[in-house]
């Protein structure tokens, strides 16, 4: 791509303390004529020192070690950081029928989404009233409801 996207091939010198990843690049681009957009989601203070370096190698760099990517729309160059889909954490539920016992680990996790762990580990429908919301790890809690015992 660096020989469609000519500024790539251009060597600059620049260093930086502190500035933000969008101040560095739009200097970079400013040195070498690149067309770049940078994701307004980066927000990354460097320290970088670079003598006589490609624009392509600066930006390759700035990839590994910030887990960028970078996108090519024609002579636009984006860089940007992918997002990640977000995988709830399951909860931990232990239920030991013959003891009543139950041990939860549900840290940062939604009351919903422990309640059904829990009827489906116990055989128990929980509905938690509306003010319950908060998070909470339980180990071999004695249940009073003898129906967790049945």
Do not use: H, W
Request: charge should be neutral.
């Amino acid at each position: 791509m660096a020989k469609e996207v000519e500024p790539l091939n251009k060597r600059v010198d620049i260093s930086v303390s502190e500035t933000n990843i969008q101040d560095f690049v739009r200097a970079v681009a400013n040195l070498s004529g690149l067309k770049i957009n940078v994701s307004p989601q980066l927000s990354v203070n460097l320290v970088n020192k670079f003598t006589n370096g490609r624009v392509a190698d600066l930006l390759s760099f700035l990839c590994e070690q910030y887990n960028l990517k970078i996108k090519f729309t024609g002579n636009i160059v984006n860089l940007y950081k992918e997002q990640v889909p977000y995988i709830p954490r399951e909860p931990k539920v232990e239920y030991l029928k013959d003891s009543a016992l139950i041990s939860l680990d549900v840290q940062s996790i939604t009351l919903s989404r422990v309640c059904r762990k829990i009827t489906e580990e116990t055989g128990v429908n929980l509905i938690p009233s509306p003010d319950m919301y908060n998070s909470s790890a339980i180990q071999n809690q004695k249940q009073d409801d003898q129906s967790l015992s049945e």
